[in-house]
């Protein structure tokens, strides 16, 4: 899924006939949670999508898009697709089984679905780190002349593109699963640079296929994968299907502008929808879809999306903490996604990324973040990105504690007006070396009682 696409997406389909890998997966109960987290590794973030039967998704993970574009945004969603997507449980629920159901209900060129978003945007790798953005899914159980103009995704957009509307590709897009017209078959693809052209060949990306191992795509859930490398140099992208790897991009293939305008912003945020004619679907299917065959109601079937980050805690988190609110320390950790707060409000920030920031900060103010994992190699250094419009001669202090608001401070910096509430600047400062997983209050403190900071994001790192 794209927010531009060609006509014709692949020239001969070349790519559709790249040979299936057949080993057979053993795969698990629809209503599985989300995996163990692996040795080594870190949840970042996770949505299993248990709840009861016909209601919406969480409002905390996720936006529901709806209409035929953003507001603002180039009309059908920039790809020529025909639905008009809805908050309606008839084309959005979970289904009481551990499952999310996108589903397209329509005939002829009327048509609804749905498509969400992660309230999050932040999903990016620490330097040294791999990134991990998985689902388990299942597409749409219709092929043949009934699936003409079926469209799934699960897929990620850079941050920069929320409220823009108008910088794709060049904030990069991956697109991790797709599929088209009901064929057995994944597309693992990369959008940045310019369009059209530019160092990923726009509007088609690049991008490579095959068949689902064992059973088809369409039959069975699938897990799709998409991995970020950071650890090794030049960096990495990397796609898989069931564990197998069929997709991979090196950083040395692309220039180092392009490189940077696609990873350099605050991250990404993830996408699921159903998507139903447009340009990919016409162009594989060489004439415009849908057509009078297409059925109506079959949905894509989303067991679980979870983050992964490399190098954290070797094990699960605990059940008692939540799964949107454990972290890594050495990502970017979003200030709008605090656990609790006292005194400050949340509101449209102006910084490059794009999102949320929190405001109105003053004395005594404080955010909460649980479970955030420090691994066992001590950080040594905070840095928050901050901004000031304080009148003359008001400052504070932006500080850091460990599972108390009130434990003595592991580190701080002062900052006074920065040339307006929305001029942002990132401020480091050193800590006292910490290890494992804590909860984080960022605390407030100043000696006027007026506002003095907002707050967009913070991180740690080892220097």
């Known amino acids: 899924?794209?927010?531009?696409?060609?006509?014709?997406?692949?020239?001969?389909?070349?790519?559709?006939?790249?040979?299936?890998?057949?080993?057979?997966?053993?795969?698990?109960?629809?209503?599985?949670?989300?995996?163990?987290?692996?040795?080594?590794?870190?949840?970042?973030?996770?949505?299993?999508?248990?709840?009861?039967?016909?209601?919406?998704?969480?409002?905390?993970?996720?936006?529901?898009?709806?209409?035929?574009?953003?507001?603002?945004?180039?009309?059908?969603?920039?790809?020529?697709?025909?639905?008009?997507?809805?908050?309606?449980?008839?084309?959005?629920?979970?289904?009481?089984?551990?499952?999310?159901?996108?589903?397209?209900?329509?005939?002829?060129?009327?048509?609804?679905?749905?498509?969400?978003?992660?309230?999050?945007?932040?999903?990016?790798?620490?330097?040294?780190?791999?990134?991990?953005?998985?689902?388990?899914?299942?597409?749409?159980?219709?092929?043949?002349?009934?699936?003409?103009?079926?469209?799934?995704?699960?897929?990620?957009?850079?941050?920069?593109?929320?409220?823009?509307?108008?910088?794709?590709?060049?904030?990069?897009?991956?697109?991790?699963?797709?599929?088209?017209?009901?064929?057995?078959?994944?597309?693992?693809?990369?959008?940045?640079?310019?369009?059209?052209?530019?160092?990923?060949?726009?509007?088609?990306?690049?991008?490579?296929?095959?068949?689902?191992?064992?059973?088809?795509?369409?039959?069975?859930?699938?897990?799709?994968?998409?991995?970020?490398?950071?650890?090794?140099?030049?960096?990495?992208?990397?796609?898989?299907?069931?564990?197998q790897q069929f997709h991979s991009i090196s950083q040395s293939q692309l220039d180092a502008t392009t490189w940077s305008n696609m990873t350099s912003h605050a991250g990404y945020f993830i996408l699921l929808n159903v998507a139903v004619g447009g340009g990919f679907p016409n162009g594989v299917a060489g004439f415009s879809t849908p057509t009078s065959a297409t059925v109506s109601g079959r949905p894509m079937v989303v067991d679980y999306v979870a983050v992964w980050q490399s190098g954290g805690a070797t094990s699960s988190p605990s059940p008692s903490s939540p799964p949107a609110g454990g972290v890594d320390a050495r990502s970017t950790v979003q200030a709008e996604n605090y656990q609790a707060q006292s005194g400050t409000q949340v509101e449209t920030t102006q910084d490059s990324g794009g999102g949320q920031d929190v405001g109105y900060i003053s004395n005594g103010d404080w955010l909460r973040f649980d479970g955030v994992n420090f691994g066992s190699t001590a950080a040594r250094q905070f840095k928050a990105r901050v901004a000031s419009g304080a009148a003359a001669g008001v400052s504070g202090l932006v500080q850091v504690r460990l599972d108390s608001p009130t434990a003595t401070p592991i580190g701080d910096f002062a900052v006074g007006n920065t040339g307006g509430w929305q001029s942002w600047t990132t401020v480091p400062a050193n800590i006292t070396p910490t290890t494992g997983t804590h909860t984080v209050y960022i605390t407030f403190s100043s000696g006027q009682p007026a506002d003095f900071v907002n707050l967009n994001w913070f991180t740690f790192a080892t220097s």
């Open 1 to 243: 899924m794209r927010v531009l696409h060609s006509p014709w997406r692949r020239s001969a389909l070349a790519l559709l006939a790249v040979a299936a890998a057949v080993m057979a997966l053993a795969v698990r109960p629809a209503d599985a949670s989300v995996p163990s987290t692996p040795s080594g590794w870190s949840l970042v973030w996770s949505d299993d999508f248990n709840g009861t039967a016909g209601t919406l998704p969480s409002s905390t993970n996720w936006i529901i898009d709806t209409g035929h574009a953003y507001p603002g945004g180039p009309g059908n969603w920039g790809t020529g697709e025909i639905q008009n997507y809805t908050s309606n449980t008839a084309n959005l629920s979970l289904d009481g089984s551990g499952n999310l159901r996108i589903t397209p209900i329509g005939s002829g060129q009327n048509w609804t679905s749905a498509r969400i978003e992660t309230r999050r945007t932040d999903f990016k790798p620490a330097d040294g780190r791999v990134l991990r953005i998985e689902g388990r899914i299942q597409m749409p159980n219709v092929t043949g002349d009934a699936a003409l103009g079926y469209w799934p995704a699960f897929w990620a957009l850079g941050a920069p593109y929320r409220g823009n509307y108008q910088n794709w590709p060049a904030i990069g897009e991956f697109d991790i699963m797709e599929n088209v017209n009901g064929i057995n078959s994944v597309w693992g693809v990369l959008h940045c640079g310019v369009n059209p052209g530019g160092a990923c060949g726009e509007t088609n990306g690049i991008g490579a296929s095959r068949a689902c191992p064992g059973s088809t795509c369409q039959s069975a859930f699938h897990t799709y994968r998409f991995e970020w490398d950071r650890s090794v140099s030049p960096n990495q992208l990397r796609w898989y299907v069931d564990g």
